[in-house]
């Protein structure tokens, strides 16, 4: 049997429970045709890069799985007639990651954060900018007018 990672993404308005429903399905279906799951992740809600089926967000979940290749294949016809799953990829690879996936140990709690979008850390090195010197008293350009807030 071969190896392989597989993630697919369900619609936004899907609740959870209604993800792990159809990820239960899936399992079956790769059971049923004689291989394991290693493993199965949910990832949540992520906002995606571009529309996919009128979507901006998907739930997304990943399963390791070591199956044969036509259970595979039918666990994917199952998701092409589904509704509510709008995208999946299923690719082979050699061995299973142990442990969590890049995408949950990815997952940063408020405190590793620097600041809000506008941190930009210690802004005093700005390199010498050499010096100006004064500009002095502004004067009227030759045409007549004034650059002054005086007049």
Known sequence: MALYEHVFMVRQD???GQVEALTDQFKAIITAGGGTIGKSEYWGIK????RIKKNRKAHFS????????DAVAEMER???INEDVIRFMTIRVDELEEGPSAMVRS????DDRRGGPRDRGDRNDRGDRGDRGDRGD???DGDG???SKEA
Not at 47 to 50: A, E, H, P, Q, R
Not at 107 to 110: N, Q, T, V
């Open 14 to 16: 899907a609740s959870a």
């Open 47 to 50: 906002s995606l890069t571009y």
């Open 62 to 69: 990943l399963m390791n799985l070591d199956t044969p290749s």
């Open 78 to 80: 199952q998701m092409r």
């Open 107 to 110: 997952r940063p709690g408020r």
């Open 138 to 140: 502004r004067k009227p």
């Open 145 to 147: 007018s004034s650059n």
